[in-house]
């Protein structure tokens, strides 16, 4: 399996991005997916996770309210829709997915950067 994230930028606070993970390869064995994110001397830290259904999804308590992850089997896409932005979320987001059989996958990340 192979994650490739895109659509991370610079935005002013207040502002929206939405980030797309596109998977290849075996993505019939992806099951749950989730976006991560690293801030500059931070540890890595999930943001949002979905099922393999999308029926269901979980957020950090930081970005309740204010981002919306959803996926496209049809499209082996995953999305994060980030709005009110503010400079705390100023991170590397990255992609995350877990197979049927446990293996876990990353994508190389993609920088957002939240200017106040």
């Given at each position: ?104 996958y990353w994508g190389q990340g993609t920088q957002v950067t939240v200017s106040s």
């Open positions: 399996v192979q994650l490739v994230e895109s659509g991370g930028g610079l935005v002013q606070a207040g502002g929206s991005l939405r980030l797309s993970c596109a998977a290849s390869g075996s993505t019939f064995s992806i099951n749950a997916m989730a976006w991560y994110r690293q801030a500059p001397g931070k540890q890595r830290e999930v943001v949002a996770g979905i099922t393999s259904g999308g029926g269901s999804t979980k957020y950090a308590d930081s970005v309740k309210g204010r981002f919306t992850i959803s996926r496209d089997n049809a499209k082996n896409t995953m999305y994060l829709q980030m709005d009110r932005l503010k400079s705390e979320d100023t991170a590397v987001y990255y992609c995350h997915a877990e197979t049927e059989w446990g293996t876990r």
